[in-house]
């Protein structure tokens, strides 16, 4: 029988000093980190903690300028996000670990993979790794962070509208809205800047583990063109589900989560 591991939070160091801030609940192998996506933080997870610590350890955290972590850092990369969940994942003594991300999260989960050959078994996508054969016009990286510089509540609410399909979930937005938009500009400008270029196909390739995703229909998902990047790659299709299918259909979300596990 396994031993009940009490309820942790409280704060890690990343490689950089910034203090990341952690909850753990439950026991079970594997452990399941969800990281949240860019802008958001761990309480997009708040229908997945209680279901899934009934049978694993359930760990969600904020990366460094998210939620109740640090502001202090001065590259604002996937790489360094990576270092913030890796810093997780070592000071809890997380063996086996599947990675579970959302958005932006789904591309720091692939570069936290490459990081912890052996400690990582998968990656499970959520509304994320749609193509990873598609690297980001340039142009167009710039021109949303420059939005966000300009006009950082404008270009928020413009994103939120963009996430959900049309007229769906409006107390849903509502709230995804006030907490994202509280989201410093300081922070958000840098790190979608720091999409310019980013080789998505590279970190399918360094992840080094299986790779798996539960989209939403509001974009399309290229199984086959994922698959000459990870052979084993596949996707979930939840119908009318937007960006974040974790909070709009959690109990069938929470059935296809587990699926995968």
Not at 113 to 132: E, F, K, N, S, W
Not at 148 to 156: I, K, M, S, V, W
Not at 161 to 185: I, K, N, S, V
Not at 195 to 207: K, L, T, V
Request: aromatic share 8%.
């Amino acid at each position: 029988m396994q031993t009940q591991r009490p309820n942790e939070s409280g704060f890690v160091r990343s490689a950089d000093g910034v203090r990341i801030a952690f909850s753990s609940r439950g026991s079970g192998t594997p452990a399941v980190v969800f990281i949240h996506g860019g802008l958001a933080n761990r309480s997009f997870w708040k229908h997945q903690v209680d279901p899934l610590s009934a049978r694993y350890r359930v760990v969600t955290l904020d990366l460094a300028g998210h939620g109740d972590s640090g502001l202090n850092r001065s590259t604002w990369s996937m790489a360094q996000f990576a270092r913030d969940v890796q810093a997780v994942a070592l000071a809890l003594d997380l063996p086996r670990v599947v990675l579970v991300g959302n958005s932006l999260g789904g591309v720091v989960a692939l570069e936290a993979a490459a990081l912890m050959p052996g400690r990582v078994i998968a990656v499970i996508g959520v509304d994320t790794l749609q193509d990873g054969t598609e690297r980001g016009d340039p142009a167009e990286v710039r021109a949303r962070a420059q939005a966000f510089a300009r006009d950082p509540a404008g270009a928020c609410r413009a994103m939120i509208d963009m996430l959900f399909h049309p007229g769906a979930y409006p107390d849903l937005r509502a709230w995804a809205g006030q907490e994202m938009c509280a989201t410093p500009a300081s922070v958000v400008v840098p790190m979608l800047a720091g999409f310019e270029g980013y080789d998505m196909a590279g970190a399918f390739r360094r992840a080094g583990v299986p790779i798996r995703a539960i989209n939403g229909d509001l974009f399309p998902t290229a199984v086959e063109r994922n698959r000459t990047l990870e052979p084993t790659f596949d996707a979930i299709i939840m119908p009318r589900a937007g960006h974040y299918p974790m909070l709009e259909q959690p109990d069938a979300f929470n059935r296809a989560l587990a699926g995968l596990i």
